[in-house]
């Protein structure tokens, strides 16, 4: 891991592993939503609109996944003070909040025409919504200071705080929730998935995983090449005492 | 030890000699909740099913209001950088910090909520498990609160990232602290619940200032 820590190194490694990721995630993106579209039946209890659920639940992965990776990567940065770490995680924070505002509006989407209402209070519903703002807090903080690496550090002690408490929210959510509202809705009770809405699920999942290796090697090499510029900006604003820096917010 | 107690000495000092900064925070709490009744009516049944809800999320909301002078006059006086170079462990003296911050919060919004409750109808067998859940959890409302604070210290704006920060860490504390009531109310035994507050207490209290201390020293360097 530390050799890899190395900006160049990993620069060198994340352009060797990036078409090989966007390949994989275009062909199985593709493939995946033409079996989910239209070569996998309807549900029997569901209809059609149980081909929301191979967009939605892959991103409800993606969302989980992509926090823990967070926190993995913010422990990293805490602990051995990798700079390479710090723009991973920030790097990353966005993408998941998109994938866990995907998962909302796709199950919001999907609830109004199976449960009749936009939003229900369910525990589930309602532990991504809480980690929805987790993500939330965690890009705003990191944003909020002049100095990037404090934003990066002060976003790491969050995101490491934040899962601590995502199991306590998780539970005490569960149980809020069998406490006041007895369980009128349990989803995808179907015991076994058919394979042929497995196949479109799986490709998805792989897809979404796929897209987003790719994104965040993308988004990386972009904050690497951006602090790169901002270092040369400041050595030629050293060089000649020329204003151009003076404006410039660090 | 003596750092500690130094520690909360001079808070509490400082908060007696300017009482208006404790006073405002209870004033928030009452006019929220006294707000209330005029929002969705003052039919007494609705009043005292939502009671303990209001009386909650006001409290959070309170304390939330407090939790951004925490550490900011140590940061602007430079007294910060002194109590995180101290001998002493940091991590004691911002739990001290966090005592003080109950005992100046924390205690008063319980002192008022019986009040309130009275106000808002909330039946008889609710009250003593409102103080117990009250005397729980708001103890971890400042604990948390504190790991924000410290986090938020020297933003270009902490006041709007506080709430984004601490409110989904409050969930836990607010369902349990009101499943409480609502279980007193109901003739339920209430001791799960208080046990479940008692548990998240006693997680906050040696995690939280190890994060908090963790975020001033990133705060201060």
Redo the contacts between chains.
């Keep these: 891991m530390h050799r890899f820590a190395n900006p160049a190194r990993f620069l060198r490694l994340g352009a060797a592993i990036m078409p090989w990721s966007t390949g994989v995630a275009v062909l199985s993106l593709a493939a995946g939503l033409y079996f989910a579209l239209f070569a996998s039946p309807a549900d029997y209890q569901q209809g059609e609109s149980v081909r929301i659920m191979y967009v939605h639940v892959p991103a409800a992965w993606m969302a989980l996944f992509i926090y823990t990776s967070l926190a993995a990567t913010s422990a990293i940065a805490l602990v051995w003070k990798h700079p390479l770490a710090d723009l991973a995680a920030k790097a990353m924070a966005p993408v998941g909040a998109a994938f866990t505002a995907l998962c909302l509006v796709t199950g919001s989407l999907w609830g109004q025409p199976m449960w009749g209402t936009w939003w229900v209070w369910d525990a589930r519903l309602t532990s991504v919504l809480v980690l929805f703002f987790l993500y939330l807090g965690h890009i705003a903080l990191n944003n909020a200071f002049d100095d990037p690496t404090r934003g990066a550090r002060a976003a790491a002690v969050l995101a490491i705080v934040g899962v601590v408490n995502v199991p306590i929210i998780k539970f005490s959510v569960d149980w809020w929730n069998t406490l006041h509202q007895p369980a009128s809705i349990t989803r995808l009770a179907a015991p076994a998935i058919d394979p042929a809405m497995l196949r479109p699920l799986l490709l998805m999942a792989i897809g979404f995983t796929a897209y987003f290796v790719s994104i965040l090697l993308l988004r990386i090499r972009t904050e690497i090449l951006a602090r790169k510029l901002r270092t040369l900006r400041y050595m030629q604003g050293a060089e000649a005492p020329a204003p151009a820096v003076a404006g410039e917010r660090i | 030890m003596t750092a500690f107690t130094a520690v909360i000495a001079r808070d509490l000092r400082l908060a007696w000699r300017a009482p208006a900064d404790s006073a405002t925070v209870i004033a928030f709490f009452v006019l929220a909740v006294v707000l209330f009744p005029f929002g969705v009516g003052p039919e007494p049944q609705i009043l005292a099913r939502i009671a303990v809800g209001i009386i909650w999320v006001t409290a959070l909301l309170a304390c939330l209001l407090s939790l951004e002078r925490l550490f900011q006059l140590e940061a602007e006086d430079g007294s910060l950088e002194l109590i995180v170079l101290s001998p002493a462990p940091l991590e004691l003296l911002v739990f001290g910090k966090c005592v003080a911050h109950w005992l100046t919060t924390g205690l008063p919004l319980i002192a008022v909520s019986p009040l309130l409750a009275l106000l808002l109808n909330l039946h008889v067998d609710g009250y003593a498990a409102l103080l117990l859940a009250l005397a729980l959890g708001t103890p971890t409302l400042s604990l948390i609160g504190a790991?924000g604070a410290g986090?938020?210290l020297?933003?270009?704006?902490?006041g709007a990232?506080l709430p984004?920060?601490v409110?989904?860490?409050y969930?836990?504390v607010l369902?349990?602290g009101v499943?409480a009531v609502?279980a007193a109310v109901a003739g339920l035994p209430t001791r799960p619940h208080l046990l479940?507050l008692g548990g998240?207490l006693a997680?906050g209290l040696p995690?939280a200032p190890i994060?908090t201390a963790?975020?001033l020293r990133?705060?201060t360097?």
């Design positions: 790991i986090l938020t020297g933003t270009r704006r902490g990232l984004l920060l409110l989904p860490l969930i836990p369902i349990f499943a609502e479940l998240l997680l995690l994060a963790s975020a990133q705060a360097a």
